[in-house]
């Protein structure tokens, strides 16, 4: 299964949410919308490639407590957290979209591992995603289109909501196995339809901006290097 740098950190790439604006401004609106939620949040802006950024987040958490804007080498902005076993880009991606306002992606790209037995292994549900965001609001919030095909507790599901887009392809969605009806190698020609190379490493880097949420860990939250996660995700 096509993921975003070959699996080097799973389980932060599962979920990424995009931002079609400048960071400048990404960052303003997001800091001001973060500080109204948790006023003692910490912050540090940043520069350099994906990969140092996402060394920055560790360590992973359940819930998550760490978020990450990057710059990427296009008109977005991309998202990423530090949840264990995942996070809600569209909180964030949703909302601002429509404060900033401009056009939103929430992309899932999870691998399915369901059926591992391992006790030591992260078990995930498959998902593969794709949410387009406008500015203003929507039968469902501000959703332009939804597409997912997804293991929902052990049977496969297919939805779709919303305008169909020119880019995409249809006759997909009949696929007699649900899997083949949205896959990875279609989430990553969909978004490159929008500007976004999803699986190109050097599509991200530049400025970058950190933020801790305090207090959000329980006692007994579990907690994870990245490495820990890494082969706890893959393990067989």
């Known amino acids: 299964m096509k993921t975003l740098f070959n699996n080097r950190f799973v389980p932060l790439t599962h979920q990424v949410g995009f931002f079609e604006c400048k960071f400048g401004h990404v960052?303003?609106?997001?800091?001001?919308?973060?500080?109204?939620?948790?006023?003692?949040?910490?912050?540090?802006?940043i520069h350099g490639n994906l990969p140092s950024g996402l060394k920055r987040l560790?360590?992973?958490?359940?819930?998550?407590?760490?978020?990450?804007?990057?710059?990427?080498?296009?008109?977005?902005?991309?998202?990423?957290?530090?949840?264990l076993r995942g996070c809600d880009p569209e909180s964030p991606v949703g909302h601002l979209c429509q404060t900033i306002p401009c056009k939103g992606v929430v992309v899932h790209c999870v691998p399915d591992r369901s059926e591992v037995n391992n006790p030591d292994a992260l078990r995930k549900y498959g998902a593969i995603s794709?949410?387009?965001?406008?500015?203003?609001?929507?039968?469902?919030?501000?959703?332009?289109?939804?597409?997912?095909?997804?293991?929902?507790?052990?049977?496969?599901?297919?939805?779709?909501?919303?305008?169909?887009?020119?880019?995409?392809?249809?006759?997909?969605?009949?696929?007699?196995?649900?899997?083949?009806?949205?896959?990875?190698?279609?989430?990553?020609?969909?978004?490159?339809?929008?500007?976004?190379?999803?699986?190109?490493?050097g599509f991200y880097g530049g400025k970058g901006l950190i933020t801790t949420i305090p207090n959000q860990l329980a006692?007994?939250?579990?907690?994870?290097?990245?490495?820990?996660?890494r082969k706890h995700t893959l393990i067989r």
Not at 219 to 229: I, T
């Open 27 to 45: 960052a303003e609106a997001y800091l001001e919308w973060r500080r109204s939620l948790q006023p003692g949040l910490k912050y540090e802006f």
């Open 58 to 83: 560790e360590p992973l958490t359940t819930p998550w407590n760490k978020e990450i804007l990057i710059e990427t080498n296009s008109d977005w902005v991309a998202f990423f957290c530090n949840g």
């Open 130 to 201: 794709f949410t387009l965001f406008g500015p203003r609001r929507t039968d469902w919030l501000n959703q332009v289109r939804y597409v997912c095909s997804m293991n929902d507790g052990g049977k496969w599901v297919f939805f779709s909501k919303g305008k169909a887009q020119p880019f995409e392809r249809p006759g997909r969605y009949k696929a007699r196995n649900i899997v083949n009806r949205f896959t990875p190698e279609m989430l990553e020609d969909y978004c490159a339809a929008l500007g976004i190379k999803l699986f190109d490493e």
């Open 219 to 229: 006692p007994g939250s579990p907690v994870m290097s990245l490495e820990e996660a």
